[in-house]
Each structure stands twice: as C-alpha cells, then as structure tokens.
C-alpha cells in the first residue's frame, strides 16, 4: 500500500460520530437475523410529508435542476420571515435569512465568517458534538463547559461570567438541546444575550428542535434583537433529513460576507429541496407536522417514566427534541461498553454519552424516541429483563 500523506493537524482532533459505528453494528446484527429496537437515531422516523415531496417531485419536472442565488431563492425566505411572523410573532427581515445545506452549512458558514484563529467558542458539556468540529474547522477552539441538571444541562448567565475571558468570541447554545431536550428560559437568553453583547461576542442559538417542544410555549432567540445568528433547519420538526436544507437568520452586516462564503463553499443549497420546502409552510402540511409534534410528545410521556422506573436518573424533564439524556451510573461506569452490551445481549440500541461530551460521559447514555410506542415499549421490556437479571 502506497505511504499517505500527513493528514492536516486538525483530523487528530475531529472525532466519529461513535452512534454510527453503533448503528452499522446494528444493521449488521439484523442482517444476521437478530432483533434489534433503535432508540439511536437522531432523526425523525416519519418519512418527509407528502405535499413536500410532491412539490420536490414537480421541482424537478418543472426543470429547476440549476444552482438558486447562494443565499437560497427568495420565495423561500420569504416564507421563513412569514413563518417566524405566524408562529413566534417575530418579524424577521426575509433579507436576513440565508438558506443552507442543513442547520450543519449554517453553523460551518457562520464560523467560518467570524473565527480567527484561536479564538474560542464556548458552549455547552454535553452538546452536539458536531460544534466543536465546526469550530476546530476554522482554527478556533471549542470549550466545552460542564453543565448539569442543577442548570438544566444549559449554559447560564452566571457560568459565562466564570468562564469568560478575553479570548472568547463567541457562544453557541442550543435550546432545545441534544442530546438532554432541555431549554434555555426566556429570561436567561435575554441576560445571555445582554452579556455577549457587552463583551462585543457574537451569541449563536440553535433552534433546529424548535417545533419539537411539548407542553410549553416555543419562543424564539429572535426576540433578544438583531445582534444573534439563530439557526434553524428543515431536518428534525419538517421531516426533511436527507433534503439537507437548513437556513440561519443573521445579523443584517453579516449576510453579505456569508453569501460570499457560501459561493465558494458549496454554491447554493440543493434547488430541489427549496422548491420542495416551500410546501412546508402550507397548512396541510403544517397540520401533519403538528400531528407529529403529538405523537413524539405522548412517546416522551410514556419512555419519559418507564426508563426512570428501569433505574437510569433523569433528574430533568426535557421539553424538547426526541431524546432522553439519562445517568447509567446505577448499572456501570463505563457507558461505551455499555451500550455494546445492550446492543449485543439485549436488542436495543442506544447512544454512549461520549457521543456528547468529555463531561461525565461514561455515566451517561441518550435515548431517542425516534421510533413507534410498540417499539419503545419492546425496548422497555428488554431492558428490562437484562438489567434485572444483571443486578
Ligand atoms: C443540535 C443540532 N444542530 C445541528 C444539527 C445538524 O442538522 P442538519 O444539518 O441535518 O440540519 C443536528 C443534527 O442532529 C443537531 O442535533
């Protein structure tokens, strides 16, 4: 075999996404005939609604198979700006709204216009592990900072003011979050916002499980003024995944340096899908959304309890997103090998908390309820008798 070329520095620092060795191991063991329940996939189970493939079927009919302007097609920024109006009761320039390849092309591009070398980013310890990598992309440093229940897994006023320095330029949250499903209140974005602002730092608020929020009132980061890049995509609440197509409201003085960045970096985002999303926004559509909004809020209301009853501690209720963030430390130190064990032995399929953080992870695992109750159910009962035989 031929000698490589170094790698760039950097590889040495972009980790895998463990959960998809996990899951090739899973499709593999099914492949061999066992059973395996997935409470491990970070995305939603119910294929894209129909009115959003036909229109992305008609798109292609029609012709629009060519690059649209980097910043997305105006109809559909348009539609955003009426989205947040309808919905959060924001008015939001359509002129603020670039589309993307997923909420991943936003946060890659916003990076990429605002980090210097070494400059850091905090965020969050767990968070998606992705962030860290966008940052170290462009030369930055990601610092993860541990949270706990105590903050509902979310960055605070308080936890910037102890960790802030000079060298911050930036902070990214997540509300809700993956992997714990929590949110950050109103009131702490807003004083968040008020300290990233007096320290001339950029605030980044990822919004993509925003229409996935039970029981509560979604508002947006948008409130907080213009000086935030909120993040948003058509994957997680729209059903669109494999579409890749997310969007980032920005700052007004910043969209012109990220359309100039999303020229070179990946021309437009793919033209099928922003015809496609465009039926997103009609009624019908938006009526089997919130169908679906249910039905992952009555799974959550039933995995919520029978996984505190099998032993894991969930010490918050998470109000959002599809998962579960759950304390294994009742059954093992080492959540990693855990997860094999349960996948091997028992059929279920779970994410290890190393997938999220360096913080506590081996005492964490994730579920996602990103499948039906009768499977969920199955899962229970599985772990269930493994663990109970175990202990
Ligand atoms: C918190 C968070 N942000 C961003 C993404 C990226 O999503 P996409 O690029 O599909 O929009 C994900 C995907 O799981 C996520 O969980």
Known sequence: ???????????????PFHVMDLLAQARLLERRGHSIVHMQI????????????????????DGHTHYTPAVGLMALREA????????YGVEVSPERIVITPGASGALQLIMGVLINPGDRVMMADPGYPCNRHFVRQYEGQPIGVPVGAE???????????????????????ASPSNPTGTLVPQEELHKIADFTRSKGAILIVDEI???LIYGTIARSALEQGEQIFVINSFSKYFGMTGWRL??????????????????????AAATPSQYAALAVFKPL?????????????????????????LGFHIPITPEGAFYLYANCER????????????????GVAITPGIDFSHHQAAQHVRFAYTTSINNLKLGVSRLDRYLNRKL
């Open 42 to 61: 970070g995305e939603p189970d119910f294929p894209t609604p129909t009115p959003v493939i036909e229109a992305g079927v008609k798109a292609l009919h």
């Open 80 to 87: 955003i700006a009426g989205y947040y109006f309808n919905r």
């Open 209 to 211: 499980y925003h229409g």
């Open 246 to 267: 997310g969007w980032t409201v920005a700052p007004e003085g910043y969209v012109r340096e990220l359309d100039k960045l999303a020229q070179n970096i990946f021309l």
């Open 285 to 309: 559509t938006l009526a089997i959304l919130e169908q679906r909004r249910e039905i992952f809020r009555q799974r959550r209301d039933y995995l919520l309890p029978a996984v505190r009853n």
């Open 1 to 15: 075999m031929s000698k490589l070329h170094p790698l760039a520095r950097r590889m040495a620092d972009i980790e």
């Open 331 to 346: 059954f093992t130190q080492d959540s990693f090998e855990f997860t094999q064990k349960l996948l091997t032995e028992a």
């Open 151 to 173: 903050t509902a897994y979310q960055l605070t006023p308080e936890l910037l003011n102890e960790h802030w320095s000079e060298r911050y330029s930036g902070v990214l949250l």
